[in-house]
Structure formats: structure tokens, C-alpha cells
């Protein structure tokens, strides 16, 4: 193979070849759903993106010649160290041939730059945060839900051979509306939340559509408390948690956030929302494609073809006080009720940690089974 070399990205130039460079590595895989413009712009884009006000990182792109092969970013999040307690460093952005060469090579930048930092340990893939892109696929090669990261059959391959090991993986579930009605689970679920809610004073309810601020800001509240347990969690900042809240405003349907109480004080939320990555795939957006035409035709196979036909659940959390008294049974039951009464025939609920075995097993006893599986690796520097 001619030789290649890794260069920082410092030019527009450069910047619009790593940013377009995955419509390159995927443009014959029927199952990868390209993004938005401003979506990727949102994560990559560093007077855009709102984690960037507290992480600080490089590009990295790998040139045979004229052509790219392979891309990498590193990044120190600051706010990640500082609550977690550690001190690590993350590769993200990574796409890249099936060569081994070039990715040891693109990761080893990464972790020289991590290195050079002052850091020991490397970490990812993760572009950037734990709201983002999380970890590499490897398991379920099929076609990727709203806000999960998809990746070649090689990648694992390439990540490992570069000398990386697990440190996590993070499951998503699917449950088929439909088998799950056919088989009662649905009225036993309602059965089992019934007696635990008279048991423990939860009480739950449907978003009131006349009030959506009230309830986003409501979502806000409860996110940062509930999951600030979680490994690998960081807070969101003010304006991280508008972001999250304006971007999934876009597409929530009231009938598919529920709030649950127990006596009377906000205990929990659950939110499903539709899977537009069926009309974002059919819309195939491309970067030199504006993107009002592209918004057009996802609008137009989302809401005059109506191809969505499943949901994902990419939001729930319980305040720590609360835990083990069966919020999120009751949450779980609901919600599952409610995607199948709308006409959804299928949902997915991910990512869950391997280790959270409460969310594990609540998720299994629900039907739903593990589809997928992104993985999370490290190395010492």
C-alpha cells in the first residue's frame, strides 16, 4: 500500500473533508442513516456545539496522497474529570478504511495528543458526550435508531488491534408492540403498576400539551439528579439541557411523556419519541444538498408518507430517593401502553449500562430482549 500520514485538521478545507468524510466510508451500507447537516454541525462544530465550552480538542484526518482515509478527534472533557473524579482523555469522530495501519496509527495520535496533555488513559470511541455518539457497535448490524451510533463489522477489529480493551458496553432493547399485546403483557404490566402504585404513592400522568414549557423545564429538574450516579455521566450545563429539551421538542408527541409522583413530589419521567431515522434514511440528506430540501423530504416521509413506524425511548430517569420503590415499573408500563394505543409497532430503549441489573431486568421481565450492544474501550498511556 503507498504510504500515508496523519495530519491535524487546521484549514476550512480540511474541516469540510473531515466533517463530510463518513458519506465516503458508508455510502454503500444499506443500513447507515446519514445525518442532518446541523446535527453533525452541532457536535462537531466548536462555536456551535455547547460542550465545547468546557472540552478542548484537536482533529485529525489520515491523507493517502490527495485522498482521505480516515479521521479521529481528541478530546479532554473537563467537566468529566472534575465530577467523575478521573483522569482521562477520549477519541471520538473515528471513521476509517478497513486498515489496520491507519487506524493504530489514527488512534495512537489520539492518545499521543491525550498523552501530551498530561493524561494516562484514552477512551472511547464517544463523540463527544454521553449525549452523543457512545461507544462502537458490535452486535445488531442493522440500521441504527434516533441518536445511536452505527459502525462498519471491522471497526472492533480495528479498535482492538490498536491496543484497546472493554471497559463498558451499553445494551439497547426492542420489544414488538405487537407480540408483546398478543401475549398479555401489556394488561399484566398494568396489573403489576397498579399494585405497586397503590403500594407506594406513585402516581403518573401524560404530558399536558397545553403546558409543554412547564413540562420540559419539569424534564430539566429531574435530569441531572437522576442520572448523576451513572458511570460515565456529566452534568449538563443550563444550556446543554436547552439544547436536549429544543431538540427533542422538535418531534415529542405529548401522549408519549409521562411524569410520575410519589405523594405528590416530581419523582421520575420517561419519553419515547418517534424513530425519524426512517424518514431521515429515505431523505439521505448529503452535504451539498441544502439543507431546507432535506428537511422537506424527511417531513415529507414522516408526515405525508407516515414510514415511522417505531419509537425510541431515549430518556428516562428516577431521583435516587426514589429508586427500588417501582417508579420506573410504572413509568415502563405506561409508556409501553401508550406507543401501542397510538399505532407503533415496535420500540427500542437504549442504552442501558451492562451493569445498571435493575434496568437489565426490569427491561427483560417487560419482553423486551437485547438487540444491540456498543462497546466502550481503553488503554493506559
Known amino acids: 500500500m503507498p504510504a500515508f500520514e496523519i495530519r491535524k485538521v487546521e484549514t476550512e478545507r480540511d474541516y469540510r473533508a473531515f466533517f463530510n468524510f463518513p458519506w465516503t466510508i458508508y455510502k454503500d451500507d444499506p443500513n447507515w442513516v446519514p445525518p442532518l447537516h446541523s446535527m453533525r454541525a452541532d457536535v462537531l462544530d466548536r462555536k456551535r456545539g455547547a460542550a465545547w465550552e468546557y472540552m478542548e480538542g484537536e482533529y485529525f484526518c489520515a491523507w493517502r496522497g490527495d485522498t482521505l482515509i480516515g479521521t479521529v478527534g481528541a478530546v479532554i472533557n473537563h467537566r468529566y474529570n472534575e465530577f467523575q473524579g478521573e483522569r482521562l482523555g477520549w477519541f471520538g469522530a473515528f471513521e476509517c478504511i478497513d486498515d489496520q495501519d491507519v487506524a493504530t496509527a489514527l488512534i495512537d495520535t489520539a492518545s499521543e495528543w491525550v498523552k501530551a496533555k498530561g493524561y494516562p488513559i484514552i477512551r472511547g470511541p464517544q463523540t463527544f458526550t454521553p449525549t452523543e455518539d457512545v461507544g462502537c457497535l458490535v452486535d445488531g448490524y442493522t440500521r441504527p435508531v434516533l441518536l445511536m451510533p452505527y459502525q ?179 413509568m415502563y408500563s405506561s409508556i409501553l401502553r401508550a406507543i401501542t394505543d397510538i399505532g407503533y409497532y415496535h420500540s427500542d430503549s437504549g442504552w442501558i449500562l451492562e451493569t445498571n441489573e435493575a434496568m437489565v431486568s426490569i427491561a427483560k421481565n417487560f419482553g423486551s430482549q437485547i438487540y444491540k450492544t456498543h462497546r466502550l474501550y481503553e488503554k493506559a498511556l
Open 152 to 330: 462498519p463489522r471491522y471497526y472492533p477489529r480495528l479498535i482492538e488491534g490498536a491496543g484497546l480493551h472493554k471497559v463498558m458496553d451499553v445494551y439497547s432493547f426492542y420489544l414488538d408492540q405487537g407480540q408483546a399485546r398478543e401475549n398479555g403483557l401489556h394488561d399484566r404490566l398494568a396489573r403489576i403498576a397498579g399494585s405497586i402504585m397503590k403500594r407506594s404513592k406513585i402516581s403518573i400522568r401524560p404530558a399536558n400539551p397545553r403546558r409543554m414549557k412547564d413540562e420540559f423545564a419539569l424534564i430539566k429538574d429531574i435530569y441531572n439528579t437522576a442520572w448523576e450516579k451513572n458511570w460515565g455521566f456529566t452534568p449538563l450545563t443550563p444550556r446543554e439541557l436547552d439544547n436536549l429539551v429544543n431538540g427533542l421538542g422538535l418531534i415529542v408527541d405529548p401522549r408519549l411523556l409521562y411524569f410520575a409522583d410519589v405523594e405528590g413530589d416530581p419523582a421520575g419521567f420517561i419519553l419515547a419519541v418517534p424513530d425519524l431515522n426512517v424518514a431521515l434514511q429515505k431523505a439521505y440528506p448529503r452535504p451539498s444538498e441544502p439543507e431546507v430540501l432535506s428537511l422537506l423530504k424527511v417531513l415529507w416521509h414522516w408526515k405525508v408518507r407516515k414510514v415511522i413506524d417505531g419509537v425510541r425511548v431515549p430518556l428516562m430517569g428516577v431521583k435516587e430517593k426514589y429508586r427500588g420503590r417501582g417508579v420506573d415499573a410504572v
